[in-house]
């Protein structure tokens, strides 16, 4: 075959052309990157720093909320989240799998411990294309206690990842102040209800990071250049509640919702002198820790409703600035005629004619109608209201509160307002009226909120001061409302005979309103259906607390009174309380002989044998509780020389390894009292007695370790509550009959 010999010299050309082109063109634009340092416009040297520079993440933590003391209420806390690895690549021996082989029994095993459905988890952990899943909600936020138990069932492929939650240690406790955090789908924590709303802005941490030089596998050069953003943690915010008055209400409120089944209950403490909150709650409440919550509105501020007698405080307060007012002169009680209306007294025929003062003792309503329509008049009256603060809400600093309804457009709401009927007023404005009586006539703002703490400066950025809401009455007035609301208490003629507490003064009046019929019409009927109130200040003479307590619909017998719910709350957060404060009761005072001592006083059982310890206690009357499996004892609670009530539990904790005690049956507060005595971290679900724990009997603890305890009331535990009611009704009958009969029967 002959070759055109030109033909290929020609075509040789060419690609010699063509290649040298390509070299000289390359050459140039090596020199022009060699001298610019630029490509496409673009700095090399930066995009060189920006691949070899890595960026991690230095997480900052919400701020925390505490109480006056400052005791920590809401804070983050560690927890995990599970994860499920599903990408088979992950295993190298089918023997040893590294990812969820088996979704169907992981899931089976994993449901009752995340309370989650299998099917879920199953559908979440047979995804295909994903590396890995969060096994959520039911996996996200749990303890290390659950983290735990999953790693002992060694499934293949589930791993966690470390991460913080929102922890609120008392449970049940001021819930609606506080209200709860929770994170959202980017899993920032957000503030919802509460203080955590209100503040959300300022308890939001900034997260922080660190910069650094690294070569190509991600490790750290020699001289890796870091560069560090601190995070920046959270404002704290510090509430004017007190812990210890705070459990005092809710220890209280939870003995009456025990015993009486009410639809509602509502309680405030608050110090008169300055206006703080110290200490308020609602039933139904709800554990932030599993926002179990049926009722959103805190009542204390949100829930307006016919007062009853409790407003003829102000009623009285205003007669006696206006000098209307002789407790001394009579009146004629029973019926008082107003326009084409009949105001009547609670037990329909009065008590024939009294003194104005036995009036108030005996809450008369004809008495307060006398004062509020012929002695000072409706318009004046309603200028006393508006001086009380009753016109308006009272501006207290936490989300929720509504106002007031004064229904004063015919005579008669005019009259019967002055007695706590017809129109609605919320429980926060009679307890900010309250503290012009308890504070020589000057009225104070209630507030929450004691101050905004910076956490890196430890600086306040807020702080709040008492604030005089108004003078509505003069310091005499006051003094006088306050002697006269005492004889309620003290007289044999008074409605509030169940509030006295010995060894204090207490000043107060009582509230027993109507509810109005919800289908439409006039008022429910029938026996325990009101709202029973009292409003207290004490001591008498120079008022420390001023508490307030209201319980809706109690469950009663036919020989109680509404007095029976609301003096068990009453009492009992008042002289708890007084006593906490270091306020003395008047025959402790000196000169007077010297205290009386209650209880026992605890011995020391430390170095003793086990077994002759409890033999001890339960010879005293004390329930003695073993805190571990060792024969003697190394720590008790109480502590030795305290003195304690027959039947409390005492906690003897062993040597050797401490061990967790049965909590069957256990209040709340023996939980917490355990759990500060071992050092574990309690939190609750649910409201009443201990029917389930998270760490079962006998398990060793350690301490930090979470305690989750499951409440049930005494009505969730009966099965059927109908027919034990039926038998318990069967009983009182036949009680009866027994008494009815003949002595020889």
């Known amino acids: 075959?002959?070759?055109?010999?030109?033909?290929?010299?020609?075509?040789?050309?060419?690609?010699?052309?063509?290649?040298?082109?390509?070299?000289?063109?390359?050459?140039?634009?090596?020199?022009?990157?060699?001298?610019?340092?630029?490509?496409?416009?673009?700095?090399?040297?930066?995009?060189?720093?920006?691949?070899?520079?890595?960026?991690?993440?230095?997480?900052?933590?919400?701020?925390?909320?505490?109480?006056?003391?400052?005791?920590?209420?809401?804070?983050?806390?560690?927890?995990?989240t599970v994860v499920a690895i599903l990408d088979p690549s992950q295993t190298k021996d089918p023997k040893k799998p590294l990812h969820v082989a088996n979704p169907s029994k992981t899931a089976k095993k994993l449901a009752p411990l995340l309370n989650m459905e299998e099917s879920k988890l199953e559908e979440l952990m047979s995804k295909k294309g994903r590396v890995q899943v969060e096994l959520g909600p039911g996996g996200r936020d749990i303890s290390n206690t659950t983290k735990r138990k999953i790693e002992e069932l060694k499934l293949p492929g589930i791993t966690f990842i470390q991460d913080s939650k929102r922890f609120y240690p008392n449970g049940v406790f001021a819930s609606h102040i506080i209200g709860y955090a929770q994170k959202n789908d980017e899993g920032k924590t957000i503030g919802k209800m509460g203080v955590e709303e209100l503040f959300n802005k300022e308890l939001t941490e900034t997260d922080g990071y660190m910069k650094y030089q690294s070569a190509r596998n991600g490790l750290k050069l020699p001289d890796p250049k870091e560069s560090i953003v601190p995070p920046k943690d959270g404002d704290d915010v510090y509430l004017t509640i007190d812990k210890t008055i705070q459990t005092f209400l809710e220890d209280a409120m939870n003995r009456a919702v025990k015993e009486y089944n009410p639809k509602k209950v509502i309680g405030i403490v608050a110090n008169p002198k300055t206006g703080e909150i110290l200490a308020m709650s609602n039933r139904p409440s709800f554990n932030p820790n599993v926002r179990n919550i049926n009722n959103f509105v805190n009542d204390a501020i949100g829930y307006r409703f016919e007062p009853g007698s409790t407003m003829k405080i102000f009623t009285l307060a205003a007669a006696i600035e206006e000098g209307v007012y002789n407790g001394n002169e009579y009146f004629k009680s029973g019926a008082y005629k107003i326009a084409d209306r009949t105001i009547r007294d609670h037990n329909k025929s009065g008590w024939g004619t009294i003194t104005f003062n036995e009036g108030i003792q005996r809450s008369s309503n004809v008495a307060i109608a006398i004062l509020a329509n012929d002695k000072l008049g409706p318009d004046r009256l309603l200028q006393y209201y508006n001086r009380f603060g009753f016109n308006q809400p009272t501006g207290i600093d936490i989300p929720g509160e509504t106002t007031s309804n004064i229904l004063y457009q015919y005579p008669v709401e005019k009259v019967t307002t002055a007695f706590g009927q017809g129109s609605t007023f919320t429980p926060i404005q009679q307890v900010q009226a309250a503290t012009a009586i308890a504070n020589k006539g000057k009225m104070m703002k209630p507030y929450v909120i004691k101050k905004v703490v910076d956490s890196t400066t430890g600086k306040a950025k807020v702080e709040k001061k008492p604030e005089v809401a108004g003078e509505p009455i003069s310091p005499e007035t006051a003094d006088k409302v306050l002697d006269i609301l005492e004889t309620v208490v003290t007289s044999p003629n008074g409605t509030g005979k169940p509030y006295d507490i010995e060894g204090y003064q207490v000043a107060g009046k009582t509230g027993t309103a109507q509810i109005p019929n919800p289908k439409g019409g006039g008022y429910l009927y029938g026996h325990g259906n009101n709202t029973f109130s009292f409003l207290g200040m004490a001591p008498k003479d120079n008022p420390s607390l001023i508490v307030y307590v209201a319980v809706q619909q109690p469950k009663l017998t036919m020989q109680e009174t509404g007095s029976a719910p609301v003096s068990l709350i009453f009492n009992s957060v008042m002289k708890n309380s007084l006593q906490y404060l270091n306020i003395q009761p008047e025959e402790e005072k000196p000169p007077v002989v010297k205290k009386t001592k209650y209880g026992v006083e605890m011995g020391s059982y430390a170095g003793k044998s086990t077994e002759s310890a409890a033999a001890s206690l339960k010879e005293k009357g004390f329930v003695p509780v073993i805190v571990g499996k060792g024969d003697k004892v190394e720590a008790q609670s109480p502590a030795a020389a305290e003195r304690v009530m027959k039947g409390e539990r005492v906690f003897l904790k062993t040597n050797g390894e401490a061990v967790i005690p049965d909590l069957t049956n256990w209040s709340y507060r023996d939980v917490l009292r355990l759990s500060e005595f071992l050092s574990l971290e309690p939190s609750a679900l649910g409201t009443g007695y201990v029917v389930k724990q998270n760490i079962a009997s006998g398990s060793p603890i350690k301490k930090g370790d979470y305690l989750i305890v499951e409440l049930k009331s005494p009505k969730q535990l009966i099965k059927n509550p109908e027919e034990e009611e039926k038998k318990e009704k069967l009983k009182e009958k036949e009680a009866k009959e027994a008494e009815k009969r003949p002595l020889d029967q």
């Open 1 to 80: 075959m002959l070759v055109n010999k030109k033909n290929t010299s020609r075509g040789a050309a060419v690609l010699i052309l063509i290649f040298a082109t390509l070299f000289f063109t390359l050459t140039a634009r090596f020199f022009y990157i060699q001298a610019t340092g630029k490509a496409e416009g673009q700095t090399l040297a930066a995009i060189a720093q920006k691949k070899h520079t890595r960026q991690t993440v230095i997480e900052g933590k919400r701020g925390s909320i505490y109480d006056r003391t400052g005791e920590a209420i809401a804070h983050d806390t560690g927890a995990y």
